[in-house]
């Protein structure tokens, strides 16, 4: 059960991420935005199918995913 934790403060909605994730666990937010007032994205795994790989972290040129908890 690997999970990813994004810091909403830093996102500035570069979508990046999205395409970096093999699982495609990472959507763009439909209630959250960041200061711009762009929709941030959010990872959403329901089903427990997070590879823990860290591409989207790695894609990340704001290091906005700035967790990739490992389980």
Do not use: Q, W
């Amino acid at each position: 059960m690997s999970h990813i934790v994004i810091d909403d403060n830093k996102c500035k909605a570069c979508y990046l991420c999205i395409n970096e994730c093999p699982m495609k666990l990472i959507k763009v937010s439909e209630a959250k935005t960041n200061s711009l007032g762009n929709n941030i994205v959010e990872f959403c795994d329901e089903e427990n199918k997070c590879l823990g790989c860290a591409m989207c972290a790695t894609r990340c040129p704001d290091l906005a995913i700035v967790e990739v908890i490992k389980d």
